[in-house]
Nanobody
């Protein structure tokens, strides 16, 4: 079994910062691309940023240099450093692993975490 567990969400004032973490656990041999997505109430889930196992990153346009995704392959963990937060960044942030190879040499595809709430408000 493979699980993704997010942490680090919370309430922050506009202009503030938060750092989200997502740890993959279970019978893992390797994890390919991972990423962060977000979903605001009544809206679709949108890509925020992705990172490959080799560290190649991709960001949504609305990030505009405010967010940084990083990765620790030894810990099977990714991070999202969010700076200059705006009220419109308020959403549930989800972690995703595109493909996970288990120790049993099986593949798990499109694994999601349970989400962590980020609220930006004064």
């Amino acid at each position: 079994q493979v699980q993704l567990v997010e942490s680090g969400g919370g309430l922050v004032q506009p202009g503030g910062s938060l750092r989200l973490s997502c740890a993959a656990s279970g019978s893992i041999f390797s994890v390919d691309d991972m990423g962060w997505y977000r979903q605001a109430p009544g809206k679709q889930r949108d890509l925020v940023a992705t990172i490959s196992s080799g560290g190649y990153t991709n960001y949504a346009d609305f990030v505009q240099g405010r967010f940084t995704i990083s990765r620790d392959n030894g810990k099977n963990t990714i991070y999202l450093q969010m700076n200059s937060l705006k009220p419109e960044d308020t959403a549930v942030y989800y972690c995703n692993a595109e493909r996970v190879r288990t120790t049993g040499r099986r593949w798990k595809y499109n694994v999601w975490g349970q989400g962590t709430q980020v609220t930006v408000s004064s």
